[in-house]
């Protein structure tokens, strides 16, 4: 089973940067596509950016430009840099397979880490 724990969150300005990091506790070579979600208040989770075990990438409209996603198989870590933020990319960050683990008969979910951007 694979354990995701993301970091690298905070409370940043608009126009600021960011990068996060989601660290794996197994191996995540075998896993082609690997993403980062996201969950502001009130709203979905969706998915913002995915990268395969190949380097192919993809952004969701909304980051596209700002964001760039990138993965370290050998240190089963994937980044998340974030620039040019805006306050509507305030959120709860997630990274994950895609589609996302199902684990123990569920999807499994780390627990995020916060995103704040505001002045």
């Known amino acids: 089973q694979v354990q995701l724990v993301e970091s690298g969150g905070g409370l940043v300005q608009p126009g600021g940067s960011l990068r996060l990091s989601c660290a794996a506790s197994?191996?995540?070579?075998?896993?082609?596509?690997m993403g980062w979600y996201r969950q502001a208040p009130g709203k979905q989770r969706e998915l913002v950016a995915t990268?395969?075990?190949?380097?192919?990438?993809n952004y969701a409209d909304s980051v596209k430009g700002r964001f760039s996603i990138s993965r370290d198989n050998a240190k089963n870590t994937v980044y998340l840099q974030m620039n040019s933020l805006k306050p509507e990319d305030t959120a709860v960050y997630y990274c994950?397979?895609?589609?996302?683990?199902?684990?123990?008969?569920?999807?499994?979910w780390g627990k995020g880490t916060l995103v704040t951007v505001s002045s």
């Open positions: 994950n397979a895609d589609p996302p683990l199902w684990q123990n008969g569920m999807y499994y």
């Open positions: 197994g191996s995540i070579f075998s896993i082609n596509r």
């Open positions: 990268i395969t075990k190949s380097g192919s990438v």
